[in-house]
């Protein structure tokens, strides 16, 4: 057998392979051939998407499953020996892992990432590939793991045996988080992006130390109660019988496959705590408070728990006086795991001054590209009133009769201390106009809102732009904030993609964090958003895939210029610590010191619109959403002042992966000339096409918003014209116009009076309403037809349904005739 003729698969089949197993390779369990570790971009075009080609490795070799430790690329024997070198590395780089191979049958090249080796590459033999054993002892060599800390590193994942396994990076992060807790880290930090199952990937790691003895007693805190039950019935599932929640309120939760469960509870109804679980899950807010008798954590003793997983731990943990850092500090002995998609770093609040430099970071756009992790686009809207400033005329009264401040109010003022209802109303048209137009109004859409009152009335102008849909269920929009029961008992049917209602939600900041809104397509944002952190936070509603429902990237509307944070060096960028102690100052940020923001401006005494608010004396029922002022804000509402849209942008990702911004008009001329190249090329393609329909439909395809640009121009233009107007400055006819050049022409002689009284009401129906589809049969059963006899009949006056085709053909080819 010649080698050189033989592929890159019988390399691996005839030569490869068997030496793995010379050295000792379990094929079983420890390789794994053609492994693909990304799915490939989502690749957005209008409305075309497609996926990008994913990465996949021909061998990864791992000590034990999810435990890589050696990547090998293969290649032709008519290739060199180092061919798939390069690409290896680059994979290796990726999936963290440190042994590199490239064969083309005759042997090996090994590059060893770890440094520990005098030579970086070296050549071996078919029969000197190394063993499992040998690899895994210069692993713990370079990673510093003791035989104790090595046996915790090999313990192994969960494997329910459905198949389901950790993504890579999800490995990556679970295999850095227990290494360094093996070693003796008692603080540990993971930064995740929102979408790639920070969840999961905790779930992992506490089973892992928890089944290796290495922790007995552990503890998972999050924010919101719907995380806890969720987790509780999904991920931690597997832990039932050993796991309790901290809790006095019995629930039913659904899980995942449809099924439901009650939960189990840790307290009575006394708040007696019952000490013999081993997986306490709890709520911040539900262990701790400003009174001491709220202080539930305080009945553990400081040493009962070994291990404690802080969820979304940028929410105020971070802070030295925070509530939920009190709970940290009780349980200090503890090792403790912070779970963050957005590390909050300001000179005197980070998460990274309390649990160090994160052992493994996953970005947003490292998932994106890696197509874990949905792709957007943007539209911007600027209002004429958000734009300008509005000062009220002299003497100007409020709906009190009140006269309003004279002054200049901006968009600081709007929905927050003055209210002008048109402006409410004119956001709700364009969010209702958007989903009309993508042509889903069932689209899962959040509205954020200045507050709670805010988000009532814009859910009231939603409601009457969409009165045809809410007619038939009431829920079509609903507010979900923390003091409307209502809408809190539709979270659950929000966040499930089996369930229909509700559509749009409008909420101020409850659903801005921690809520697996899976097929959410479209975030309005129609208050500020002064925090990175927040607006991290906000942009994750929207980046989870859900390929069952061909949920594969979404839009973000932004009415108030918070995505102006896409522009910052810091959006997605990585976690920066700002504190910077000189020679003789302490380690630590001081406690003393004046509170600044992100960007080093002073903050004021009260919580400003973009801080997470725990305990709000003002509205106890709502701690994450409501007024965060000292006392109630008095707004000044106006009326009769209308708003207009100045300005509207799409803003988009190039194939480079960056924001591009134009106006609506310039990026569909640019999208309609890649479609054609001349107007002689539209016509020919025009003309030839037999249902014009067709062209149209291919085009919305492409999501180019023709109906906007129609819009615009104010003018009764069918699509013919837009396109030829738009891409190639042809002068527009109205469909009146074109109607009347056909009659002046009288095309219709040849007809009988019955055939020709069809042709000219058809004409009319084009004129009126539109209609592109002439030929469609359907349309001879509605009036003004159907008084002209039957289908049959008036189908029978042009000597058949060919006949009536072609007279339809012909009729078309007349309207376009004149086509300047």
């Not at 503890?334 to 001054?353: H, V």
């Not at 509402?637 to 799409?650: F, N, S, T």
Request: glycine content about 8%.
């Amino acid at each position: 057998m010649d080698k050189r003729s033989l592929s890159e698969r019988d390399i691996c089949t005839k030569y490869i392979t068997p030496a793995l197993r010379r050295a000792g390779w379990d094929e079983l369990n420890q390789i794994r051939e053609e492994v693909s570790f990304t799915k490939g971009r989502i690749i957005v075009r209008g409305k075309l998407v497609s996926r990008g080609k994913g990465k996949r490795a021909d061998y990864i070799l791992s000590v034990k499953p999810n435990i890589p430790i050696a990547i090998i690329e293969a290649k032709e024997n008519t290739q060199a020996i180092s061919a798939g070198l390069q690409q290896g590395l680059e994979y290796a780089e990726t999936l963290g892992i440190p042994f590199v191979f490239s064969s083309n049958g005759d042997g090996f090249i090994l590059h060893d990432r770890t440094g520990m080796s005098p030579t970086p590459e070296v050549t071996l033999s078919l029969d000197q590939f190394p063993s499992p054993a040998e690899l895994w002892a210069r692993y713990c060599q370079w990673k510093g793991l003791s035989d104790d800390a090595s046996t915790v590193a090999l313990q192994d994942y969960f494997d329910d045996g459905s198949g389901k396994t950790p993504r890579y990076y999800q490995v990556n992060a679970v295999n850095s988080a227990i290494e360094a807790i093996a070693k003796g880290q008692d603080r540990v930090l993971l930064v995740m992006a929102t979408g790639t199952g920070k969840t999961y990937t905790a779930f992992q790691i506490i089973w892992r130390l928890w089944k290796a003895g290495q922790k007995k007693r552990i503890l998972f805190l999050a924010d919101r109660n719907v995380l806890i039950d969720q987790t509780m019935v999904n991920d931690f599932r597997p832990f039932a019988g050993t796991m309790a929640k901290l809790s006095t309120q019995a629930k039913t939760i659904e899980r995942a496959d449809g099924t439901s469960t009650d939960l189990t509870l840790a307290l009575d109804k006394r708040r007696r705590i019952d000490t013999s679980y081993e997986i306490y899950l709890g709520l911040y807010q539900a262990i701790t408070g400003p009174d001491e008798s709220q202080k539930l954590y305080k009945e553990f003793s400081r040493d009962f728990f070994d291990l404690i997983v802080i969820d979304e731990c940028h929410r105020g943990s971070a802070a030295d006086d925070s509530a939920w850092r009190e709970i940290l500090d009780h349980f200090t002995s503890a090792t403790q795991i912070g779970l963050t998609a957005t590390p909050k770093e300001t000179e005197y609040a980070s998460n990274i001054d309390y649990f160090g430099a994160p052992v493994y970071s996953y970005s947003l756009k490292q998932g994106i590209r890696d197509g874990f992790l949905a792709p957007y686009k943007v539209i911007k809207v600027h209002i004429d009133r958000d734009v300008q400033g509005y000062r009220p005329v002299q003497g100007q009264l409020d709906r009190d009769g009140e006269e309003v401040e004279d002054r200049i109010y901006n968009i600081k003022d709007f929905d927050r201390t003055l209210v002008l209802d048109d402006r409410t109303k004119l956001v709700a048209q364009k969010v209702s106009e958007f989903l009309k137009q993508s042509g889903d109004r069932m689209a899962k859409t959040i509205v954020f809102c200045v507050d709670q009152e805010h988000a009532a009335r814009m859910r009231q102008a939603l409601i009457n732009e969409n009165a045809d849909l809410v007619a038939q269920n009431h829920r079509y929009v609903m507010r979900i904030t923390g003091n409307d029961k209502e809408g809190l008992d539709q979270l659950g049917n929000f966040i499930d993609p089996e369930a229909p209602y509700p559509v749009i939600v409008t909420t101020s900041r409850l659903l801005s964090t921690g809520v697996d809104a899976q097929t959410c397509r479209l975030i309005v944002l129609d208050r500020e958003v002064g925090s990175m952190t927040e607006f991290k936070q906000i942009v994750g509603r929207g980046t989870r895939v859900h390929e069952d429902t061909q949920k594969l990237f979404f839009t973000v509307m932004d009415f108030r210029g918070s995505t102006s944070h896409f522009a910052d060096p810091e959006f997605d960028g990585e976690p920066v610590q700002i504190y910077q102690p000189g020679p003789d100052d302490p380690i630590t940020p001081p406690d003393d010191a004046p509170q600044t923001d992100d960007e080093g401006a002073p903050l004021s005494p009260e919580p400003d619109d973009d801080e997470t608010v725990l305990i709000d004396p003002i509205d106890p029922l709502d701690p994450l959403g409501g007024n965060t002022g000292g006392g109630p804000i008095r707004k000044v509402y106006v009326d009769g002042v209308g708003a207009v849209i100045v300005a509207e942008r799409v803003e988009y990702l190039d194939e480079n992966g960056k924001l591009v911004t134009e106006s609506l008009r310039d990026y569909t001329r640019k999208a309609l000339k890649r479609q054609f190249a001349s107007l002689d090329d539209f016509l020919k393609r025009w003309n030839g096409e037999g249902r014009k329909q067709a062209v149209f439909e291919e085009l919305a395809a492409e999501g180019l918003p023709l109906g906007v640009i129609a819009a615009e121009l104010g003018k009764d233009l069918d699509p013919f014209d837009l396109i030829c107007h738009i891409a190639f400055d042809a002068k527009p006819l109205t469909r009146r116009e074109r109607a009347e050049s056909v009659k002046k022409r009288d095309v219709f002689t040849k007809y009988g009076p019955q055939a020709k009284a069809v042709l000219e009401a058809l004409l009319e129906k084009y004129a009126d309403e539109g209609v592109m589809n002439l030929d469609d049969l359907g349309v001879l059963k509605i009036a003004p037809f159907s008084g002209m006899g039957s289908v049959v009949e008036l189908v029978r006056a042009f000597g058949g349904k060919p006949g009536f085709e072609q007279a339809v053909h012909d009729l078309q080819s007349a309207i376009y005739e004149e086509s300047a």
